[in-house]
């Protein structure tokens, strides 16, 4: 398919490809990572939870894999490469980082004032 190779060579030439408005990848570490980017907003980041963090982040995780399926090529380039997670907040001039799941670890980069879990 022609945008996957167009989406490959961009990644190997360092640059960010935007899937959707919301979600973004690209590569880090010198292309031995590979992130993808979960843009969202909230009514109010002061309230934002980590519990409904953890939901964006299993969206995000679960559409990019489903999307891999129909995108052979770039499963393929990506096969060896760690796959890190990301949310952030998008305030509209920018964003904020909300965590991160590398390994299967989550890490957190915001500080939650409303914190259950």
Not at 9 to 23: A, H, P, R, V, W
Not at 54 to 68: Q, R, T, Y
Request: glycine share 6%; proline share 1%.
């Amino acid at each position: 398919m022609l945008q996957e190779n167009i989406i490959i060579s961009l990644l190997k030439d360092g640059k960010t490809f935007k899937l959707t408005n919301e979600i973004r990848i690209g590569e880090i570490d010198n292309g031995k990572v590979f992130f993808v980017l979960g843009l969202f907003t909230h009514p109010e980041l002061k309230i934002l939870t980590k519990e409904e963090s953890i939901l964006k982040l299993n969206e995000l995780k679960f559409f990019f894999k489903s999307l891999l399926t129909e995108l052979k090529d770039l499963a393929i380039y990506l096969k060896d490469k760690k796959i890190e997670y990301r949310l952030s907040y998008n305030y509209g001039m920018g964003a904020i980082g909300i965590c991160k799941e590398k390994e299967n670890e989550i890490f957190w980069e915001y500080n939650f004032i409303k914190d259950t879990i």
